[in-house]
């Protein structure tokens, strides 16, 4: 039987990351830079602001893609959150949500509840948790 060592894994993904930070710092210098690397006259402030900038940029593709894998839990017929009764996805609707370094899209699956002749978003109730 095959069993899936967590450590390695763990640590393979952690240096996986490591190598793409490394390699998208060295990206990002040069975007920002060109071959030539950083001006003599550069200060940290700069210096600090074009990290700053990226990583935000990092944390908004980051928070849109875990949230697009979250709400594949949200794929089955959900509970009316007044009623209780399931219902199915009526719709998928594309929604500006404003995180911690600023506003990501995303789309949220949207039900609707036939006796309560409402719409309600499952995955968004956990927004702000
Ligand atoms: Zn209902």
Not at 9 to 33: F, P, R
Not at 43 to 63: C, M, Y
Not at 78 to 95: I, L, M, N, T
Request: net charge negative.
């Amino acid at each position: 039987m095959f069993k899936v060592d967590r450590t390695n894994e763990s640590d393979a993904v952690s240096q996986a990351i490591e190598q793409k930070m490394k390699e998208l710092t060295e990206l990002i210098a040069l975007k920002e830079y060109g071959c030539e690397g950083p001006p003599k006259d550069l200060t940290w402030r700069q210096i600090e602001t074009v990290g700053h900038g990226t990583g935000q940029t990092i944390a908004q593709r980051i928070a849109a893609a875990i949230q697009q894998e979250h709400r594949e839990h949200f794929e089955a017929p959900q509970p009316c959150p007044q009623c209780g009764q399931e219902c199915c996805q009526s719709d998928e609707v594309e929604r500006e949500l404003e995180t911690l370094d600023g506003k990501v899209r995303v789309n949220e699956p949207q039900f609707h509840c036939n006796a309560c002749r409402r719409s309600f978003f499952p995955s968004a109730n956990r927004v702000g948790d």
